[in-house]
């Protein structure tokens, strides 16, 4: 393979610092993530996309289920008249809903919408549950797709159908609704921090961004390389809003019935965008080893010559018992493609092995994070390449954070707000009187929203850099996807 | 306890000679596994029931995997055009699908339908994606939601949406093709036969019963305890039919551009209705161990009496390393009530544990299946436990199958086929002479279809039964779900 070659394979990537948006689409569609559907809005999430989503599913359903919930499925389509009865949640999904009103040739009785979350038809099922304290609590999540009729489409971060889970939880008490939907939350930052090697900030949104019918929403978001910010997961407590619309009540120990208190929370195949413009670089994608669709592989080099194969086919077997590991044996390409072709694909760890390497008793690693090329013994590989993909994950996690911390600044001069969103965009920390009105005006004049109120206050100042009346809370805000 | 409330907690449910039907939707019920949903012809899938499909997921997506093919996800909803390409399948499905025809206010410009199945959109795609014989095979499985417009409801085994799988591979040749087809058709008889100890008959479809576009269909059918069967797989050989009217096109290695050869398989939350058929009894359900949600549920005897529940959650912790566990602890209930409770739910072993048991050192054990009772050391439990369970495992399989003999019949006589089929229903082996004629008549007259030509043919006589000409193939008769 000659250098030309290696550059004309690379160069196929839109470099980031030159066009950011064409970047993700190059590396997304290139990686074999992802291709556009011929439906509008729609994507079609390929092998090595969803991956990643088998991934995530896997490390947060085993989290869901240790704090006691269990998985169901409700149905996909839900009578009009449902939408209907809690108010703020119509006003919020009637304008994105998508209309089912024939079956067949037939012209159905009641229009039915797919649903663009489920706590309508959730909470209906929960009203016949649900009679005494004895049914409390009820700890439910669905895996399933939605759909929020969109026009515009960015695969992963915005699309018309999705996959995600919701979490739908019913409680005896306020405290315990609330302690829930703090729990979930937590359960979300291990799932992007400690598998995600996502650094993510908690806090709570304002009224205006929260979910429609929540009494509160709380959320976790990220930073991605271009500055923007990426909400990357919200769990909501519902108070007694949904309980009192859908009658869910029951008889407490004290013998009066009573309305539940309820909270949904949910993550989707967003995090995928989230982890694609975290840690990409203008090679590729870098998946974070816990998460990787594959989290090693073996390369056999100049093949030909006997041994080879066969020793990399065992040092694949052997890997194979407690890793995802993929051996490339193709013929058909020289290495120095395949090395560019994984390394865009953001494998974490590649191995090679050749003639001298089985002579030396070694293999030639590559770590994707740093690219440091080193030498393993081949006698006890197995712990040692354990080792290697936790220290890629936190390595991963420490320059995630080092990149977020590069691109959050601290101010309560508007101008200098106004600057920075135009100039140089990332996190501002700021103060905020707690008013809708500069909440609009920061929107409208900066493109920026509040991210959240931080569950980590700091004082920055007395009064508010919108309106110059009194501070209330510390926020974040940020442009976002 | 008393014998009374035993009896009358067994009572609740229909005994199945009596009115099978009822048992059944007894059964579903109050083991908690569905629930009916204010939606025409949807079933809400409650944990217990979930359980069992993750069950199966699990043990079929391993076995997806190991034959090489990955998971993927494509759009719910296709546009209108897509499902005119192909003119049998359009035949098959255009009466049942349901129509999208606003989102929001909005009227769209081309109607949308929810996916009934997805080759439609998967080949659109595929065309895309196919271009060199490198790009062969392709082998994507999709988990995914369907929905076919039903307006009455048998949950699990008919219903509007259902969950299933379905396979979508591509290949150069016929005969690769052919051999994908019946390796998935392998594949599903493990699921069925070593996972869910449903013992099945494989076989080809006749031509009105095959998939609607396919060239040759092959299924796997079951025997329920009622004598009707139940197609439990399917596995389409679409030969070029779909590659055709999709142009899913390759260049060969000779430098010919090809038509390539395609193949469709499937299973679905139908598997649950088998299992609940095949194994229940009247006490209720009988879980096959390798799927079941719950395997073994530990409950502490006379618990008020001190170290009982310690010793009860010692062992459930250390069983649950190795199985699904389950401890009941309630105080709310009493010891008798919950025997028939775990039997109801069908869990495979239940181990008590009193103040006797832990003084000498033993658990009491007792078996869903059999319902023997015995005493197991607490000393190597994990391992005597896994040996139980593969054996109740056994046990299900071998009495399933003697169910399923008893309930086979063979004949050449047309009368004694409806003799059969009118007083004491299950398979009738038989002749056929390969007519649509006699396969109406068949159906017309007995009720019964062809089930399927299975793969072991016998020779029962030289003339069909139901036309008195030659006769072609021996196939397998029944009344289905
Ligand atoms: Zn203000
Ligand atoms: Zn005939």
Not at 96 to 106: A, D, M, S
Not at 147 to 161: C, D, G, M, N, S
Not at 398 to 422: G, S, V
Not at 435 to 456: H, N, Q, V, W, Y
């Amino acid at each position: 393979m000659g250098n030309k070659k290696e550059q004309e394979f690379v160069k196929e990537i839109t470099p980031m610092e030159e066009d950011f948006s064409q970047w993700y689409t190059d590396v997304i569609l290139k990686t074999d993530m992802v291709d556009y559907a011929p439906v509008k809005g729609c994507m079609v999430i390929k092998p090595y996309g969803y991956g990643v989503w088998e991934g995530i599913q896997r490390v947060a359903d085993k989290r869901f289920k240790e704090t006691g919930h269990k998985n169901a499925y409700f149905p996909l389509l839900i009578p009009e008249s449902f939408l209907k009865k809690e108010a703020d949640h119509f006003e919020g999904f009637a304008p994105e809903v998508l209309w089912v009103t024939h079956g067949g040739n037939e012209e159905l009785a009641e229009k039915l919408f797919i649903r663009p979350t489920s706590e309508t038809i959730i909470c209906t099922m929960y009203s016949k549950w649900v009679q005494s304290y004895r049914d409390l609590p009820v700890l439910i999540n669905q895996w399933a797709n939605v759909v929020r009729w969109e026009k515009t489409i960015r695969p992963f971060l915005r699309t018309a159908e999705f996959l995600w889970q919701e979490g739908h939880t019913v409680h005896a008490t306020e405290e315990e609704a609330q302690e829930e939907t703090l729990k979930m939350l937590e359960v979300y930052r291990q799932v992007a921090e400690d598998e995600l090697a996502m650094p993510v900030i908690l806090g709570q949104k304002s009224e205006k961004e929260k979910f429609a019918g929540a009494n509160k929403t709380y959320t976790m978001e990220a930073m991605m390389h271009d500055g923007k910010a990426l909400q990357a997961g919200t769990s909501h407590n519902l108070g007694q809003n949904f309980a009192k619309m859908f009658d869910i009540q029951f008889l407490d120990k004290d013998g009066v019935r009573k309305y539940a208190w309820s909270t949904s929370w949910g993550i989707s195949t967003r995090l995928i965008g989230g982890i694609i413009m975290v840690h990409g670089d203008n090679r590729g994608l870098k998946m974070p080893p816990r998460v990787a669709p594959i989290q090693v592989v073996v390369l056999p080099i100049a093949f030909h010559k006997e041994g080879v194969l066969d020793k990399a086919m065992e040092i694949k077997n052997e890997l194979a018992k407690n890793f995802r590991v993929e051996l490339d044996d193709r013929d058909t390409y020289s290495s120095g493609w395949k090395f560019n072709y994984w390394e865009m694909k953001g494998v974490p760890l590649r191995l090679e092995i050749g003639p001298k390497d089985i002579e030396l008793g070694q293999v030639t690693a590559v770590r994707r994070d740093t690219l440091e090329k080193f030498t393993l013994p081949m006698e006890g590989l197995t712990e040692k390449v354990g080792e290697i993909l936790d220290d890629i994950h936190q390595t991963m996690f420490n320059t995630a954070l080092k990149n977020r911390e590069q691109k959050t600044y601290t101010t309560t001069d508007y101008e200098e707000i106004k600057k920075i969103m135009k100039e140089n965009p990332g996190f501002v920390k700021t103060m905020w009187c707690g008013s809708r009105e500069c909440e609009d005006k920061l929107k409208e004049e900066t493109g920026a929203t509040i991210r959240c109120m931080p569950f980590e206050q700091e004082h920055l100042g007395d009064t508010c850099p919108f309106c110059g009346k009194k501070a209330e809370h510390m926020i974040y805000i940020a442009k976002a996807y």
